[in-house]
């Protein structure tokens, strides 16, 4: 196969699974926490923020794409010509704000693009910035596109704080638990093959 042609379907199902992932982790989001929203996609803990920074972490542009056509999966009930600019816009910052914040860092150095080398500092500034310019992003966009019920001084604070405990629980129970997934995927590779007998008589 050619390699452009391979490149292309591994970042096409890179994307596909992105957006699956990030839209069924929205849902159990909304299971677990429903009675923790502040307004309509503003939340005190939402886990998807976590998963975003997850994706983009370990996919680059493919995970922060997968998220943008998520957000638009979920939200395509309420798409209209008055509403298209809005939506495409949200799931722009949803899904490129994580990216942004991630290669900034990595241009100074204060990120490391191996995920397992993390050091709990270096997450606790990538998440707390992520943060700050996600909620920031949304309250803009949601100002300048006349989102109803907006009130960007306000709903800043609680998608911050929603977005920054999210992000943490995700990305903390998942270095917790990398050493052991790393272990057991190795023990995984190493395991010797069982030796199979010729077929015939």
């Known amino acids: 196969m050619n390699r452009r042609i391979r490149q292309g379907l591994e970042m096409t199902a890179m994307v596909a699974i992105s957006a699956l992932l990030y ?33 983009v972490l370990c996919m680059g542009l493919p995970g922060a794409a997968g998220i943008l056509m998520g957000n638009c999966w979920l939200d395509r009930d309420n798409f209209s ?13 949803s899904g490129f704000t994580p990216w942004c914040v991630k290669w900034v860092m990595e241009k100074k150095r ?9 050091s709990a500092r270096c997450l606790l500034q990538f998440v707390l910035a992520y943060a700050a310019a996600n909620a920031l992003g949304h309250q803009l ?15 800043v604070w609680p998608m911050f704080v929603g977005d920054a405990i999210g992000a943490l629980m995700i990305l ?21 093959r069982a030796k199979t007998r010729p077929a015939g008589r």
């Open 81 to 93: 010509a008055d509403t298209l600019y809005l939506l495409l816009a949200t799931g722009v910052v």
């Open 141 to 155: 966009v949601w100002w300048a596109l006349d989102r109803p019920g907006t009130n960007p001084w306000v709903d």
């Open 23 to 55: 839209v069924e982790f929205f849902r159990l989001n909304e299971l677990m926490f429903a009675r923790l929203e502040h307004i309509q996609g503003v939340n005190w803990v939402f886990l998807p923020a976590g998963f975003r920074v997850l994706l």
């Open 110 to 118: 204060l990120l490391t693009q191996q995920l397992q080398k993390l």
């Open 172 to 192: 903390y129970t998942l270095k917790l638990m990398l050493p052991a997934l790393l272990v057991w995927a190795t023990r995984f590779r190493s395991k010797p």
